[in-house]
């Protein structure tokens, strides 16, 4: 199978920097799509930004000017650098991967852990 491993969140005060990493290893074949999502407490699940295996980017309004997600398909990679952080931004941060397993013909989503992110203000 794939895992999915998170690393960088952490406690910043506003209008700091964070960047988040998230690594995937197993048996791949290959990764389409690649995403950061998050989720406050209280509330649903949202999409962060998504990023494409040619590079084409899709942000939420809410990050858009102040986050860049970015990826190493060497190293089956996807990272996401936030700046001017907001305490709105405080969330657990998940990033998923469409992976197309060795073997296989079909793409599956794979998810990480999690990581926590917290804006002091």
């Known amino acids: 199978q794939v895992q999915l491993v998170e690393s960088g969140g952490g406690l910043v005060q506003a209008g700091g920097s964070l960047r988040l990493s998230c690594a995937a290893s197993?048996?791949?074949?290959?990764?389409?799509?690649m995403a950061w999502y998050r989720q406050a407490p209280g509330k649903q699940r949202e999409l962060v930004a998504s990023?494409?295996?040619?590079?084409?980017?899709i942000y939420a309004d809410s990050v858009k000017g102040r986050f860049t997600i970015s990826r190493d398909n060497a190293k089956n990679t996807v990272y996401l650098q936030m700046n001017s952080l907001e305490p709105e931004d405080t969330a657990v941060y998940y990033c998923n991967a469409d992976v197309l397993l060795a073997g296989r013909f079909t793409f599956n989503r794979f998810w990480g852990q999690g990581t926590q992110v917290t804006v002091s203000s």
């Open positions: 197993g048996s791949i074949a290959s990764i389409n799509a």
């Open positions: 990023i494409a295996t040619g590079g084409r980017t």
